[in-house]
Every structure is written in structure tokens, then in C-alpha cells.
């Protein structure tokens, strides 16, 4: 099966040519009246109607990979909301809303792994075992429904994501995707703990399918970003699903101002850096990735 699928996503990427991804999950369920303070997690089975809205608007963008909506389906967050006990429904509705918008289309869905928020010993008080087993329930709870890959997304840290990459490859054999976030500053980009791509790069580049970038400050960024990575180990398949740039924040709010139009330029950017899979992160919508798509498809680099 896994190798299956991971021929299936090469046929997407032949000819070097750009899979699409989706968007922003959490912002746009905000847009559909998601409270503050509420998991957008727990609306796989509060409100499986946004969620599957959610989905089947980026399909009508073009995109053929959608995440579930699990990003932080993971036991340290779900107990923060009283939902640790139902962390397996939870994950397991996440790929069923996702193949339920998908239907009959060939859509491949990522198993969406976000970052635990806590901090691993000597810093925090948090083992690499603990952390391990935690991910090994998600990982459990999104194989049993039939993901397509795993991506463990928006990391800080290496030995965060060495934790739950162990976690995936003890529950499965379907392909992975790694991607740090990082801030470009005078020493380059670089990830909270001050890790570059070229250490990303060394320490994933023989365990990810795909490895790469989302979230932190916009495309412009994540094409340096995927420069490095290209440059640390060539013929490695590059993922990039930035910001619709860099937040501001108004009235006690992080807006991002990047529109459309801008993005998918930025997009056709990231596709000429090197990167196999495009999408959005934060504050990207349905537009944005349809915006993209023309780019894409004008120049015949978009994988149908």
C-alpha cells in the first residue's frame, strides 16, 4: 500500500510539475464563526459541515492535496480543551470529512501532525519518549482511517520533529513529509531553536519524502528557504505552504495582507526554487490557491 501511494504521488510530480495543496484551515473556520479559544479541531464533530465546506472550496481552487483538519489533534493540545479522550474520533472524522469532500476526485489526504506546544527536556519538562508515545496515538487513530501520507508541519525544532517522525515510522510505512517554519534574519533563516535548512536538510533529508517550509513570514522567505534546502541535497522533493505573507496586527489581531494576486505570483516562485507541492498557510484562502492555479497552469507546471 505505502508504496502505492508513493508511486502514485510521483506520478503527480512527473515532469516536473507542481501538485497543489490547500490553504488556511484555522483562519477560515474563524471566517465561518469558529469562537476564540475553541479547538478547530473539535468542529470535525461540533460542526462537520464547515469542515467539509472548508475542503470542498479549495477543490473548486484546483487543489488535489487537502490536509485533515487535525493539526492539533495531538494529546498535549486535545487536553488543553477537555478532548484528550476522544483524540482517536477526533483524528479519525479529520481524514472522513476530508475523503467525504474529496469523492470520487483522485485527491490525496495528508494526515495533518502540528507541534505538541511544549517544550522537550532540558528545556521543558516534556521526554522525547512521552512526546513519542502521544504522536503514536494520533499517527494510530489517522492510519486506521486511511491517510494517504503523514505531514508533520509548522516545526520549531529538530528533536520535536525526530520525536513524532519515529512515532509515524513505528505505526506506518506510508510516505512522510516534514516542514520546519523559520524566520529569516541576519544569519539566514533559521527555526526558534536557531536550526537552519542545511541542519533540517542533514537530519531529514534520508527519512521525508518531502521536506520543506510553511507558516513563518511569506513566500519571499520560504523561497530562500527553499534555496538552502535544494542546495543542501539535490533531487530532495521540496513542500512550501507559506503565509499570505507577513502578519500585522490590527485592533489585537494578526491580518495578513497579501492578496491573491500577489500570491500566486509568489507561488509560480517557489515552483521556479525547486518546490514539487505548493499551498497556503495562515491567512490563504480559497483565492489565493485559485490564483495560484492560473500561474501554475499557465506555464503547464500544474499537476492534474
Given at each position: 500500500?505505502?508504496?502505492d501511494i508513493a508511486n502514485r504521488l510521483s506520478d503527480f510530480l512527473s515532469a516536473g510539475r507542481v501538485l497543489l495543496a490547500d490553504g488556511a484551515m484555522g483562519t477560515r473556520l474563524s471566517e465561518?464563526?469558529?469562537?476564540?479559544?475553541?479547538?478547530?479541531?473539535?468542529?470535525?464533530?461540533?460542526?462537520?459541515?464547515?469542515?467539509?465546506?472548508?475542503?470542498?472550496?479549495?477543490?473548486?481552487?484546483?487543489?488535489?492535496?487537502?490536509?485533515?483538519n487535525t493539526f492539533g489533534a495531538n494529546p498535549f493540545k486535545l487536553e488543553r480543551y477537555g478532548l484528550s479522550d476522544r483524540l482517536e474520533e477526533v483524528n479519525r472524522r479529520g481524514v472522513e470529512?476530508?475523503?467525504?469532500?474529496?469523492?470520487?476526485?483522485?485527491?490525496?489526504?495528508?494526515?495533518?501532525?502540528?507541534?505538541?506546544?511544549?517544550?522537550?527536556?532540558?528545556?521543558?519538562?516534556?521526554?522525547?519518549?512521552?512526546?513519542?508515545?502521544?504522536?503514536?496515538?494520533?499517527?494510530?487513530?489517522?492510519?486506521?482511517?486511511?491517510?494517504?501520507?503523514?505531514?508533520?508541519?509548522?516545526?520549531?525544532?529538530?528533536?520535536?520533529?525526530?520525536?513524532?517522525?519515529?512515532?509515524?515510522?513505528?505505526?506506518?510505512?506510508?510516505?512522510?513529509?516534514?516542514?520546519?517554519?523559520?524566520?529569516?534574519?541576519?544569519?539566514?533563516?533559521?527555526?526558534?531553536?536557531?536550526?537552519?535548512?542545511?541542519?533540517?536538510?542533514?537530519?531529514?533529508?534520508?527519512?521525508?519524502?518531502?521536506?520543506?517550509?510553511?507558516?513563518?513570514?511569506?513566500?519571499?522567505?520560504?523561497?530562500?528557504?527553499?534555496?538552502?534546502?535544494?542546495?543542501?541535497?539535490?533531487?530532495?522533493?521540496?513542500?512550501?505552504?507559506?503565509?499570505?505573507?507577513?502578519?500585522?496586527?490590527?485592533?489585537?489581531?494578526?491580518?495578513?495582507?497579501?492578496?491573491?494576486?500577489?500570491?500566486?505570483?509568489?507561488?509560480?516562485?517557489?515552483?521556479?526554487?525547486?518546490?514539487?507541492?505548493?499551498?497556503?498557510?495562515?491567512?490563504?484562502?480559497?483565492?489565493?490557491?485559485?490564483?495560484?492555479?492560473?500561474?501554475?497552469?499557465?506555464?503547464?507546471?500544474?499537476?492534474?
Open positions: 500500500m505505502a508504496a465561518l464563526g469558529l469562537p476564540p479559544g475553541q479547538a478547530p479541531e473539535s468542529w470535525n464533530l461540533l460542526n462537520p459541515a464547515a469542515i467539509g465546506q472548508v475542503h470542498r472550496d479549495y477543490l473548486a481552487a484546483g487543489v488535489r492535496v487537502l490536509l485533515t470529512l476530508a475523503r467525504a469532500a474529496a469523492g470520487s476526485r483522485p485527491i490525496l489526504v495528508a494526515g495533518d501532525l502540528g507541534p505538541s506546544g511544549e517544550l522537550l527536556e532540558p528545556l521543558g519538562r516534556l521526554s522525547a519518549a512521552a512526546l513519542k508515545a502521544g504522536y503514536r496515538r494520533q499517527v494510530q487513530g489517522l492510519e486506521s482511517a486511511g491517510v494517504d501520507f503523514f505531514l508533520i508541519e509548522t516545526m520549531t525544532s529538530l528533536d520535536e520533529a525526530r520525536a513524532i517522525s519515529d512515532a509515524v515510522a513505528e505505526v506506518s510505512a506510508r510516505p512522510l513529509a516534514v516542514s520546519f517554519t523559520f524566520s529569516v534574519g541576519r544569519q539566514g533563516p533559521r527555526t526558534l531553536m536557531g536550526e537552519s535548512p542545511l541542519q533540517a536538510a542533514k537530519a531529514f533529508g534520508g527519512r521525508a519524502w518531502l521536506l520543506g517550509a510553511n507558516c513563518g513570514e511569506g513566500p519571499a522567505e520560504t523561497v530562500q528557504v527553499l534555496q538552502e534546502l535544494r542546495a543542501a541535497r539535490p533531487g530532495q522533493l521540496l513542500w512550501a505552504k507559506p503565509n499570505a505573507g507577513r502578519p500585522v496586527l490590527r485592533d489585537g489581531r494578526s491580518v495578513f495582507l497579501q492578496g491573491p494576486e500577489d500570491f500566486g505570483r509568489e507561488a509560480l516562485r517557489l515552483a521556479q526554487a525547486g518546490a514539487a507541492v505548493v499551498g497556503g498557510c495562515c491567512g490563504t484562502t480559497p483565492a489565493h490557491l485559485a490564483a495560484a492555479a492560473r500561474r501554475l497552469a499557465h506555464l503547464n507546471l500544474l499537476a492534474k
